[in-house]
């Protein structure tokens, strides 16, 4: 199990095929079907072969991706991290967590720690995030973090997104 990052609370690490049930269970949640979308994920092998063609393809691939968000105990609580997007000019950071886990602040220690990861590790210089028009939580907490709105872009399914730019060093 390769860690990412640790905050007082959390533990950011690498997803692995042991992940696959609480994978399958967070990518059916209702605000991760409406706001992110349907991974057409249903079972918990379904959950391991994603797990390997996206998450870990993308380790391989970029160097970074999603991770796990673990509470000091091990129970995984969500996924924070970073998404390459040929449509971006630079990283997208993407977060979700289980409905018992939203409004804890977890949202908030992972992304502080996944920018501070991704200046000093990953060396970014800027980083993307994307949402659905309607997901103000997303939002506001990418707002709390320090990004600014900068437009409205189309996504390449031909969905409506707002865009958000966090920029190091300002």
């Not at 973090?145 to 189309?154: A, N, Q």
Request: net charge negative.
């Amino acid at each position: 199990m390769k860690i990412i990052a640790q905050t007082k609370r959390l533990t950011l690490r690498e997803l692995t095929a042991d992940d696959a049930e609480f994978i399958n269970e967070l990518l059916n949640t209702p605000k991760f079907l409406q706001f992110i979308g349907d991974r057409n994920v249903r079972s918990t092998e379904e959950a391991a072969d994603f797990i390997q063609a996206r998450f870990r393809q993308s380790y391989a691939d970029h160097g970074f991706g999603l991770y796990a968000v673990d509470l000091k105990n091990g129970t995984p609580v969500g996924i924070c991290g970073f998404v390459r997007r040929d449509t971006l000019d630079g990283p997208d950071l993407g977060f979700a967590f289980l409905p018992e886990f939203e409004r804890k602040g977890y949202g908030l220690d992972s992304a502080t720690a996944m920018l501070e990861y991704g200046q000093k590790t990953l060396g970014f210089e800027a980083v993307f995030a994307i949402t659905s028009l309607d997901n103000d939580a997303s939002g506001k907490l990418l707002e709390r973090l320090g990004f600014e709105y900068r437009t409205e872009i189309d996504s390449p399914e031909g969905e409506r997104l707002k865009l958000f730019e966090y920029n190091f060093g300002r």
